[in-house]
């Protein structure tokens, strides 16, 4: 079956700009998270959805990143007044159910540029 | 908070030698420990996980990893590797809830 998918694959941007990141979770899976993953690092949790609700956002930096994720499927990471900070690959994944056991499927990123 | 580090960032092997990556992890209590592969061009796949039970776990491509809870460690190894190997490898680790806290990965390169 399909995998986790997101888009755009890239994204490039200016300092200031907004942008918006796109996930489409496995069907079926209520939970889905977002990583940001920085050149030369492990993947870092910004946010963890189950359903529509945000169960943890406490991984966002600061109030420039948002995410909501209205009708319990497709997921959208907003940042605003971008930083060049923010260059990083995205990731998004997605399980059946919030519990660690069963494994965070993966989609390929997107990787951000902030010039 | 758990952390994990990844001793290793960067492992050269020529093909059908073995290979070992080592993962050490920090927490106070139990948790669920994992290692994921990333290919060229393609994203996280989950490689192998300890849930519970006997220390040892495999995966369907030969790798294997090891549990020890005396020593935190939870190293990756494969006794013969081949040129499709070639990827990004990181631990992870889970204090039984949904947060995953990976290391800085292991880059291993096979050589033919």
């Known amino acids: 079956g399909a995998g986790v998918s997101q888009t755009p694959s890239n994204k490039v941007t200016e300092k200031g700009k907004y942008v918006e990141l796109r996930c489409d979770p496995i069907?079926?899976?209520?939970?889905l998270y977002w990583y940001r993953q920085s050149l030369g690092q492990g993947p870092e949790f910004l946010i963890y959805f189950q359903g529509t609700g945000a169960a943890d956002d406490s991984g966002l930096p600061n109030d420039r990143f948002f995410a909501v994720r209205p009708e319990g499927s497709v997921s959208t990471l907003k940042i605003q007044r971008t930083e060049r900070g923010d260059s990083a690959v995205y990731l998004c994944a997605s399980s059946p159910s919030g519990r660690a056991e069963t494994g965070q499927f993966f989609g390929p990123g997107t990787r951000l540029t902030v010039l | 908070a758990q952390s994990v580090t990844q001793l290793d960032s960067q492992v050269p092997v020529f093909e059908e030698a073995p290979v070992e990556l080592r993962c050490n992890y920090s927490?106070?209590?139990?948790?669920?420990l994992f290692w994921y592969v990333q290919y060229p061009n393609q994203g996280l796949q989950l490689l192998l996980k300890?849930?519970?039970?006997?220390?040892l776990v495999e995966s369907i491509n030969g790798f294997e990893a090891e549990f020890n809870k005396s020593q935190t460690s939870f190293h990756l190894r494969k006794p013969s590797v081949h040129i499709s190997d070639t990827a990004e490898y990181f631990c992870?680790?889970?204090?039984?809830?949904?947060?995953?806290?990976f290391g800085a990965g292991t880059t291993v390169t096979v050589r033919a």
């Open positions: 992870a680790v889970s204090k039984n809830d949904y947060k995953l806290s």
């Open positions: 927490s106070s209590v139990s948790v669920y």
């Open positions: 069907s079926g899976h209520t939970a």
């Open positions: 300890y849930l519970s039970g006997s220390t």
